[in-house]
Nanobody, 124 residues
Framework: QVQLVESGGGLVQAGGSLRLSCAAS????????MGWFRQAPGKEREYVSA????????YYADSVKGRFTVSRDIAKNTVYLQMTSLKPEDTAVYYC?????????????????WGRGTQVTVSS
């Protein structure tokens, strides 16, 4: 069983940057594609970004493309989300998860082993 713990969230002004980490324990995650999702108050969880098992392919929601960068460090069993040019609408709890099912990267139903999330708040 994989346990995921997100960290790196916080309060930042619009235009600022944060780097989120998703540390895995229990077993290696190098065979898994990984995803980042977020959920704002009163809204459904939405896809943010994903990375394939090797890190050679990355994917982004249109809303974050060009501002966010996903990466992974296999040796550290960790996935990162570098967020730049942050906007107030990026405010949400950010979650990472392992991709457990075949298919598209964006549906949350294709993921499991969800972490508990880290809060990102962007002030205007």
């Amino acid at each position: 069983q994989v346990q995921l713990v997100e960290s790196g969230g916080g309060l930042v002004q619009a235009g600022g940057s944060l780097r989120l980490s998703c540390a895995a324990s229990g077993r290696p995650i190098d065979n898994y594609a990984m995803g980042w999702f977020r959920q704002a108050p009163g809204k459904e969880r939405e896809y943010v970004s994903a990375i394939n098992w090797s890190g050679s392919n990355t994917y982004y929601a249109d809303s974050v493309k060009g501002r966010f960068t996903v990466s992974r460090d296999i040796a550290k069993n960790t996935v990162y989300l570098q967020m730049t040019s942050l906007k107030p609408e990026d405010t949400a709890v950010y979650y990472c998860a392992t991709k457990l099912h075949h298919g598209a990267y964006y549906p949350s139903q294709n993921y499991g082993n969800w972490g508990r999330g880290t809060q990102v708040t962007v002030s205007s």
